[in-house]
């Protein structure tokens, strides 16, 4: 599997028909003709806690909006964080509490009715966690903003700045997969790149694959996005950088990595190539 040439793209295939929707992070809700309030509910993770949750929310003609549901790393409990609707039900936030509270499997309920000009923000739960890990997002053109005013300051050294960060992020990244998991190479890149699309970052396909490099297509990346069609040449120095860095762990040699098509100069995708050096 490892040595040799070796084109991927046949067993990626089938990746091209699956369509991918959004997913939302609990955060804000816009609500000026309704009346939203936030819930958290902890429950006992047994099979139709959640259902006698939701049943009793809309048995008071109480209706769902936005939500998440976890499961704790234990396994023996579980979270719902929801925005609710309550402006068609004859209860009070208190009235939701004390029946959520009577409830056997039910273990814990916290609610709020801050609501900031018409706008619900999630008031209820910190940290932020993906993965059991501590994380905090950044909109898309905030990033775009902050890269921006790098190239406006520094020049072209912000490119080196930027390409440096993604090969200390890479490399993290790597050492930390390489530790923990025990398989082929190719998965190792596998599983980081199929991270990179749960955490929103872009959705990457290996296209080819060998010992001496890969040739990747990565489209919606979140460093080029904001620059699409506005810049003459390809434009990511962040995750070329993270490429470096994993490819650099991953095949245990130096690597340069080539953004040869950008979204930022006009193509349908950002293309990397990825060759070992020496
Ligand atoms: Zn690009």
Redesign the pocket.
Known sequence: MWSGRMSVKGLNLGKEYVKLNPKEVLCAEYCPDSKLIEISVKIRNIPGAFTTVIKTLYERKIRLCSGFHTVSREGDTALIGAFIDISHSDVQAKDIVRELESLDEVLEVNVSEKVFNSMIIDSLHFPLLVSGERSFTFRVETFGSIVESLYEKFGTGAAVVLYQMGVSAGEDKARNVLNNYRMDKLDVLRLILAERTAKGWCVAEVEEFNDRGATLT?RE?F??LP?KGRKEE???QF?RGYLAGIFENILNTSVSVT?V?????G?PA?KFIVQARG
């Open positions: 990565v990346l460093e080029c620059f390809a434009f990511s995750f953004e098509e950008c979204i930022a100069k193509d950002c």
